[in-house]
């Protein structure tokens, strides 16, 4: 008797077990639209049915909108419905939720849903064109790519005359015509490439070759008590030395009148900065320092 008991019972719970459907849409994920690609993506889980009884059916759904006369549902952005693991083929806005209806053979259902972001980039057609003298420096202009996420970091190319490469407006200091463009990454890690639209058109004409390869400035990584020193070979009328930071602000400035010279940069917060030699009015040498 007590068998036959502990076998109804043990049938019973596992009867039950079987009546209980899980569904796994699968974690919530984040897709990078290029202007050239869009990531694939997978939904649902590992296996997106549990429990229950099988065979399941899948039902993939969102919130339908219309636009116009066009009415947008999930059979749009996946490329089947009724699939357990459908793939994204498009998507809108920067946010979908998806929801995902499980059908066993018993027709237990069971439901779930997954969020879906999105990054997606802009470019402006803008350009901007600067002509300087061969020794000169000039700021150029923030980039022109734009994403539906913040910008995370920026990388300036081709990495000639750049004083810092990752600055939002960095200083350049070409000896020769550039063009430069940048790489943008997102706060979520997708990136994008913009054109070429910062044109430097390097005037040569009437500048000795030589001044830039007769000043030295050292050292160029300053640890704490470290001076920076500046040695010339020869002294010019209006000589001095500029330092900015890398918003472009003027932070120090100083004639030189010795063709040897030591300042003190203690005063100014640790980072990177463009120190300048100019003379009458042009700038002759640029290097990049660190404080540390």
Not at 188 to 209: D, K, M, R, W, Y
């Amino acid at each position: 008797m007590l068998r036959k008991l502990l076998f109804a019972i043990t049938a019973l719970l596992s009867f039950n077990s079987y009546s209980q459907c899980i569904a796994d849409a699968g974690p919530d994920q984040h897709v990078c639209q290029t202007f050239t690609s869009m990531d694939t993506l997978t939904l649902g889980g590992t296996p997106t049915a549990s429990g229950g009884q099988a065979l399941y059916t899948y039902q993939w759904s969102m919130d339908a909108f219309t636009i116009g006369s066009t009415t947008f549902d999930a059979s749009v952005f996946l490329d089947d419905t009724t699939l357990a693991n459908p793939k994204l083929v498009d998507y809108w806005d920067n946010e979908m939720m998806f929801y995902l209806k499980v059908t066993d053979v018993l027709n237990s259902v069971c439901y779930d849903t997954v969020k879906i972001t999105a990054s997606s980039f802009a470019s402006h057609l803008g350009s901007t064109s600067f002509t300087i003298n061969a020794g000169d420096s000039v700021q150029i202009f923030e980039p022109n790519i734009m994403s539906t996420l913040p910008v995370d970091s920026i990388l300036w190319r081709p990495n000639h005359g750049l004083i810092d490469s990752n600055a939002v407006r960095p200083l350049v200091h070409p000896t020769k015509n550039t063009d430069y463009y940048c790489i943008v990454w997102d706060t979520a890690g997708c990136s994008q490439q913009g054109a070429h639209f910062q044109f430097i058109t390097v005037n040569t004409v009437g500048l000795p070759e030589t001044l830039e390869s007769q000043i030295e400035i050292y050292p160029t990584l300053l640890k704490a008590g470290e001076n920076l020193n500046v040695n010339l070979n020869q002294i010019s009328e209006d000589c001095q030395i500029e330092i900015w930071d890398l918003s472009g602000r003027n932070v120090f400035s100083a004639p030189l009148e010795n063709e040897k010279a030591e300042f003190t940069l203690s005063a100014l917060p640790k980072g990177i900065y463009a120190c300048s030699i100019s003379t009458g009015g042009k700038i002759i040498t640029q290097k990049k320092i660190v404080l540390e």
